[in-house]
């Protein structure tokens, strides 16, 4: 059963990085599989954040992709998100989750996630 | 700001059918990529419900229904029950984007 769990510092002031770690239990990262970060600012909605393949091919969404770091530890078998000059918008819950994707040409527009962490909260303070 | 509208609320009493509706555009659903569903109870992550517009995942109840027609898609909950109440999204790809799109998300409650 492939479990996921994030880890990181609760508080990141203004202006500095905020780094994430997905610890993956239960799969291999380098068997296949994309792997994503998705965050939910309080009382808003979802928004993805980007995905990385195991191979190293990454996606970003456009609106944060200057700001936007995703890579994969395969020796630890783990997903580590960073985000650079946070201010109080990127307040919000970060969840990592698996991708999966459906029927048998698996273009990056047939991902979905299919498993997600518990999701760790950041805080970003001035 | 979300290119996948939701109604913010539906409501239903305990047996009853809801729908919720996800509504796109041509670089979305319009472009016949697939819309996929979240169900995130209070305080919980969001776990997969429908994927690929009609397809539901090992565990989910049958009581749970997607379907898709051009720029639109639908979740259906029938036989509503209790701990259905929770917060519903939409999600799909946009070229335009290039990128994955989530709903406005819609909260189900059960009278």
């Known amino acids: 059963q492939v479990q996921l769990q994030e880890s990181g510092p609760g508080l990141v002031k203004s202006s500095e990085t905020l780094s994430l770690t997905c610890s993956v239990s239960?799969?291999?990262?380098?068997?296949?599989?994309?792997w994503g970060w998705i965050r939910q600012s309080p009382g808003q909605g979802l928004e993805w954040i980007g995905s990385?393949?195991?191979?190293?091919?990454?996606y970003h969404n456009p609106s944060l992709r200057s700001r936007v770091s995703i890579s994969v530890d395969t020796s630890n078998n783990q997903i580590s998100l960073k985000l650079s000059s946070v201010t109080a918008a990127d307040t919000a819950v970060y969840y990592c989750?698996?991708?999966?994707?459906?029927?048998?040409?698996?273009?990056?527009?047939?991902?979905?996630?299919?498993?997600w962490g518990k999701g760790t909260t950041v805080t970003v303070s001035s | 700001q979300s290119v996948l509208t939701q109604p913010p609320s539906v409501s239903g009493a305990p047996g009853q059918r809801v729908t919720i509706s996800c509504t796109g555009g041509s670089s979305n659903l319009g472009a016949d990529y697939d819309v996929n569903w979240y169900q995130q109870l209070p305080g919980t992550a969001p776990r997969l419900l429908i994927y690929?517009?009609?397809n539901r995942p090992s565990g989910v109840p049958d009581r749970f229904s997607g379907s898709k027609s051009a720029t639109s898609a639908s979740l259906a909950i029938s036989g509503l029950q209790a701990e259905d109440e929770a917060d519903y999204y939409c999600q799909s790809y946009d070229s335009s984007l290039s990128g994955y799109v989530f709903g406005t998300g819609t909260q189900v409650t059960v009278l």
């Open positions: 239960g799969y291999s990262i380098n068997r296949g599989y994309y």
């Open positions: 989750a698996r991708m999966d994707c459906s029927g048998g040409g698996c273009y990056v527009s047939h991902y979905y996630m299919d498993v």
């Open positions: 690929a517009n009609t």
């Open positions: 990385m393949y195991h191979n190293g091919n990454t």
